[in-house]
């Protein structure tokens, strides 16, 4: 966590992102300026992981398809536990899951340096953890997205949702590749590695300097029926499901191929080093901060969502 406390003083002013009292939550709440300083240092680990992994997959197996099985391995298991972890989230005590879904990822990335260290890290071993690292992080989101509207004001929940969205590319897209690429160039793989399984101290710590009682009360369904309830509010949803089959759409024609094939091309094709595709990857990160700004100051409705 940063030792230093940064100034929001020239944001949050007339004009600024005050406007839509974007930072209000952050002097509002003491547990969600704690979260979110942890949470920034882990989302900022998590961008030095895409820098580390990628270029960890194409030296094990110096082939397009290297990243694609990273990432089928990494998919498949956020998406079998996905569901669960909102089911787990829902059942028990969200600052054991949270902590839980943090020490695993550490395990698990730390295991990866470790294994690098020793040079004795190879592909199926690779694919094997970051399997583990993302059915992990499948438990946290649900939790850690329930857990915000019990420790900030119901007026000041969209302003939240918005910093989230404004925060997120700036830590995982913009700050965390960057720092990768300098790392892998100058430090080595199994030393982003590391970084990254020590970023999730910072949100473990600031998990547990959360003050306010995290437990839920026992509901009355089970964890399957909880389950079967989301699929039939999706369902029942038409701008749930179509927003979902739209997004899906949208990973397959186009995030996929280019999170699959730009590593590649850099390496290969354009002779690049891993601070250059850090740089690429940043330069992504500065597109998405400029469009989730020109949302934040957006506040015009069409009209309310609707079943």
């Known amino acids: 966590m940063p030792r230093v406390q940064p100034s929001f003083e ?7 992102l005050a406007r839509v009292g974007l930072l209000r939550p952050l002097r509002a709440s003491r547990d969600f300026r704690v979260l979110w300083a942890g949470m920034a240092v882990s989302l900022a680990g ?5 820098i580390a992994i990628a270029w960890t997959a194409f030296k ?9 099985v990273i990432g089928i391995a990494m998919t498949v298991p956020m998406i079998c536990c996905l569901l669960a972890g909102g089911a787990v989230s ?21 295991a990866i340096a470790a294994f690098a260290f020793a040079g004795t890290l190879d592909f199926p071993l690779l694919a094997l953890l970051a399997g583990l690292y993302s059915a992990a992080g499948a438990f946290f989101t649900p939790a850690f997205d329930a857990i915000v509207p019990s420790i900030v004001a119901p007026e000041d929940l969209p302003a939240a949702n918005s910093l989230d969205q404004f925060v997120r590319p700036i830590a995982l897209r913009l700050a965390g590749p960057a720092l990768g690429g300098l790392i892998v160039a100058s430090l080595g793989v199994p030393a982003a590695f590391a970084l990254d399984a020590a970023s999730f101290a910072a949100s473990t710590l600031a998990i547990v ?9 026992s509901p009355a369904t089970s964890t399957r029926s909880a389950v079967w309830e989301g699929f039939r509010f999706v369902r029942w949803h038409a701008w749930l499901w179509g927003t979902l089959a739209s997004a899906a759409i949208a990973y397959l024609a186009f995030l996929g191929p280019t999170e699959v094939l ?3 091309l850099v390496k290969n094709d354009l ?11 940043a330069a992504g990160g500065i597109g998405a901060i400029a469009a989730a700004a020109a949302m934040v100051g957006e506040t015009r409705w069409v009209r309310p969502l609707k079943p």
Do not use: E, K, N, Q
Not at 10 to 16: A, S, V
Not at 46 to 50: E, I, Q, R, T
Not at 60 to 68: E, Q, S, V
């Open 90 to 110: 829902d059942h028990f005590d969200r600052r054991r899951v949270l902590i839980c879904s943090d020490l695993v990822r550490a395990a698990a990335v730390a």
């Open 209 to 217: 300097a959360v003050r306010t009682s995290l437990r839920v009360a």
């Open 271 to 281: 002779g690049g080093t891993a601070a250059d595709l850090g740089i690429v990857y």
């Open 46 to 50: 998590d961008g030095v992981f895409l």
């Open 262 to 264: 730009v590593p590649y």
């Open 60 to 68: 094990l197996w110096d082939a397009p398809a290297a990243l694609a």
């Open 10 to 16: 020239t944001l949050d002013r007339p004009g600024g």
